[in-house]
């Protein structure tokens, strides 16, 4: 019998409205809401009523979706629908580390606050942005990006689809350095070089936030965006670190695949992971969290 991966969402699938559903449907949902909103007031509402703009903000998106997917989680888990392996792409690997157990739901929902405020801080000091590039190799991307002191590949999302951060000014170039090979860059609705250099202060400042915070060995095996391993014990390295190191997602995915995991569930409010899971192993089932939750008739 094959074996299910949740796998939890990052920043640029969030949308004004998003989890209002989710809340209203599912008790297990609203029970996680009113949980962020005591720690954090105005989680909901910014959920279900702020605007795009709003939601842009690091310091926003990442409490918000981390509300969202732990919400959705929970209803699964209240059903009995459990993962056998999860991750959590950027963001979402706080996510991940609080369903598996590793945080208490305060602790992880107060770190990622926390994480999205040290982001955006380090955003704030550089004029920079991250765009994805298709229909590139890995390589190509990596050749352009040395040709610029400040652009840097920092997601290896699926084959094929490399994300990339760096000075907005820099990045024009690139861009333009990237048609000429043939690809295509797109920007994406975050705001900061995340996964760079540019935000090693972010990381170092949240390695203080987890040294403080209390956590355990989780229940299921959680996969690292550094290394694409399970975790280790060294929880606080692997989730600092991860802040200003490339995600290896398509290698995340490859490593689940070979451990036996043939279904894999899209925690978050979007399709993001699923289209790009569906490019790096077709043979697998992929649903996004709506999608399975319709499926299976949880109620």
Not at 23 to 40: G, S
Not at 58 to 63: A, G, M, R, S
Not at 197 to 202: I, Q, S, V, Y
Not at 260 to 279: H, Q, S, V, Y
Request: glycine share 8%.
């Amino acid at each position: 019998m094959g074996k299910i991966a949740f796998v939890f969402s990052g920043q640029g699938d969030q949308y004004p409205g998003m989890g209002r559903e989710l809340a209203e449907k599912y008790p297990a949902a609203a029970e996680v809401f009113a949980m962020c909103d005591r720690l954090r007031p105005g989680t909901s509402s910014q959920c279900f009523e702020g605007t795009e703009e709003e939601l842009k903000e690091t310091k926003n998106t990442q409490p918000c979706l981390f509300a969202f997917e732990l919400a959705a989680a929970m209803v699964l888990h209240k059903k009995g629908i459990f993962a056998d392996f999860a991750a959590g792409f950027s963001l979402g690997e706080v996510a991940a580390a609080t369903y598996t157990g590793i945080f208490e739901h305060e602790t992880g929902f107060q770190l990622v606050c926390r994480r999205g405020e040290l982001m955006q801080r380090e955003a704030e000091k550089f004029d920079t942005m991250m765009a994805a590039v298709v229909k590139l190799t890995a390589q190509q991307v990596e050749e352009i990006c040395q040709r610029f002191s400040d652009v840097y590949p920092v997601n290896y999302n699926a084959p094929g689809q490399i994300a990339v951060s760096g000075l907005s000014a820099q990045m024009v170039n690139f861009m333009a350095e990237v048609k000429k090979a043939g690809g295509r860059a797109i920007p994406l609705k975050v705001k900061g070089a995340f996964h760079s250099p540019f935000m090693e202060e972010a990381a170092l400042a949240f390695a203080s936030e987890l040294e403080a915070a209390p956590y355990t060995k989780g229940s299921v095996p959680l996969y690292s965006n550094m290394t694409s391993a399970p975790y280790t014990d060294d929880v606080v390295h692997l989730l600092s670190r991860q802040i200003c190191s490339p995600v290896k997602w398509e290698q995340i995915i490859c490593n689940m695949v070979a451990q036996g995991a043939d279904t894999f569930i899209e925690i978050g409010p979007g399709k993001t992971l699923a289209n790009m899971i569906k490019r790096i192993s077709p043979q697998v089932a992929v649903r996004t969290v709506t999608e399975y939750l319709a499926e299976v008739g949880v109620c």
